[in-house]
């Protein structure tokens, strides 16, 4: 009798739970029980306490079933409220206020259960009046090399960047500085001392276009230049906007002043334009090639060019490995001096916040 009363509670209690389980069926025949969790850019995810999480393209789903109520946005922005039961070509949302709704499959847009509805409505709405210590990111880089005995040097590279993105602007800083120095003759000798720094601020017009602003400051002793301020802006449009890829040109005007430490001063107009791509190369490993060139309008023939590569692979959320090339060159030097520098460091990055670093990079205007 014990036995007979086990069965029938085991048997009552897999019932149940098949009852009250969401259910999916999809076009391959196969049926998932379990919870479903939403339905975003096309993809329904579910929980199963068998399978774990799934995803499955809305387009093969044959027909679900749950009891939960969920917020469902359609084509036409109307926003309900309710049940699910839907076949290949319906859904029917059964709503506590207009009773049974019927709606084409491919009218949905989203499905989202309370919880996360909420959720995306306070972050909507923090994105749009954002305060003033919201959406920052920010990133150090680091690198340090030392020998000593028959050669005695050492070098430091150190970067610092900083963003703050909201959905129609974005602000940006980086400060990068380079120094090395070598006292294998005893005596120590600088080899290396420059510091780069800047900031943007941009604006989206709409999806594709956006118009910037920008400063850059650069000292280099071994240009012997004390100072060059750079102002300007432009517009800058997407051409590519992908989940591995992205590609961005701008062009614009700017106005630059250099001191140097003989005492020669240059002020002249400059044209910019240039390119910035992206690229995810695996789940750990990003690129990024970042390229202005700097027309001089006040002296035909004249230019600058700035070109930048970085690769960096995440080594955990904070800590990644960085490896830059970075190329300043400059058509007009001053006497004696080589119209190229090129720099090669690698080292850790260091990562705060959960925002984008874009455009916050030590090149003359870059867009990330």
């Known amino acids: 009798m014990t036995k007979r009363i086990c069965c029938l509670l085991l048997t009552f209690l897999l019932f149940t739970a098949d009852a009250v389980a969401d ?41 679900l079933r749950s009891d939960t109520a969920f917020y469902v946005r359609l084509s036409d922005d ?58 920052w990111s ?4 680091a690198a340090l090399s030392t020998t000593s005995g028959n050669a005695d ?18 602000f940006s800083a980086y400060l990068t500085t380079v120094f090395a120095d070598n006292s294998a003759s005893g005596e120590s000798v600088t080899t290396a001392n420059a510091i780069r720094g800047g900031s943007r601020y941009e604006v989206h017009l709409n999806d594709k276009l956006f118009t910037f602003g920008f400063t850059d400051l650069e000292f280099d002793r071994f240009q012997d230049l004390d100072l060059r ?59 990024t090639q970042r390229l202005a060139v700097f027309p001089n309008m006040s002296t035909a023939g004249e230019f600058r060019l700035t070109f930048d590569t970085t690769a960096v692979t995440r080594l955990n959320d904070w800590l990644s490995w960085q490896v830059t090339v970075s190329d300043r060159f400059l058509s007009n030097p001053t006497a004696g001096k080589k119209q190229n520098d090129m720099l090669f460091t690698t080292g850790i990055r260091i990562t705060a916040g959960g925002g984008s670093l874009r455009g916050a990079s030590p090149g003359a205007i870059t867009f990330n």
């Open 23 to 63: 259910q999916v069926d999809l076009k391959n025949g196969d049926r998932v029980s379990g919870t479903i969790v939403g339905l975003e850019g096309g993809e329904l995810r579910m929980d199963s306490d068998l399978l774990g999480s799934l995803t499955a393209d809305w387009e093969n789903i044959e027909g």
């Open 229 to 287: 301020l750079v102002l300007g802006g432009g517009l800058g449009f997407d051409l590519i906007e992908s989940s591995r890829s992205s590609l961005e040109v701008f062009g614009g005007a700017s106005s630059n002043q250099e001191y140097f430490r003989n005492g020669l001063t240059r002020k002249s107009a400059e044209s910019v334009f240039g390119e910035d791509l992206s690229y995810q190369l695996t789940s750990l490993t990003s690129i």
């Open 78 to 135: 109307r926003l309900l409220i309710g049940s699910l039961m839907s076949n290949p070509n319906t859904v029917e949302i059964r709503t506590g206020d207009t009773g049974m709704v019927e709606v084409p499959t491919g009218s949905i847009e989203w499905i989202r259960t309370p919880e996360q509805h909420d959720i995306v409505q306070t972050s909507q709405a923090r994105l749009e009046n954002p305060d003033l210590a919201d959406f």
């Open 153 to 170: 040097t050492s070098a430091l590279n150190i970067g610092l960047q900083a963003a703050r993105t909201t959905e129609d602007n974005q």
């Open 138 to 141: 920010g990133a150090v880089d």
